[in-house]
């Protein structure tokens, strides 16, 4: 069964997520994953949710999703992600 991770995300450095922009789907890819949605294109129809850079991965599976997200070789790049944005992030299990 698939699973999502969602991040909504306040871009504060943009020349320091460089790097995580150009290396990190390549790591996703390797996990199984893709990307449904990255950027900054958003349009609110209800709520008061103002998401600013969202992003939408899809992996196989959450055990596929949690291994890459845990994995040595996305770590560093967690680690810039959480430097240089505002983030929220979330695991969701598909239908």
């Not at 320091?16 to 990255?38: F, H, T």
């Not at 994995?71 to 299990?93: C, G, K, L, M, W």
């Given at each position: 069964m698939s699973a999502y991770l969602i991040a909504d995300m306040e871009i504060k450095d943009e020349k320091?997520?460089?790097?995580?922009?150009?290396?990190?789907?390549?790591?996703?890819?390797?996990?199984?994953?893709?990307?449904?949605?990255?950027g900054p294109r958003v349009e609110v129809v209800e709520g008061t949710w103002k998401p600013r850079v969202l992003a939408v991965l899809e992996f196989p599976t959450m055990d596929a999703l949690k291994r890459w997200y845990?994995?040595?070789?996305?770590?560093?790049?967690?680690?810039?992600?959480?430097?240089?944005?505002?983030?929220?992030?979330?695991?969701?299990?598909?239908?």
């Open positions: 320091a997520l460089e790097r995580y922009v150009a290396e990190v789907p390549a790591i996703v890819a390797r996990y199984g994953g893709r990307y449904i949605i990255r845990d994995s040595e070789e996305y770590r560093p790049h967690r680690a810039d992600r959480i430097r240089a944005t505002q983030s929220n992030v979330v695991f969701a299990q598909g239908v």
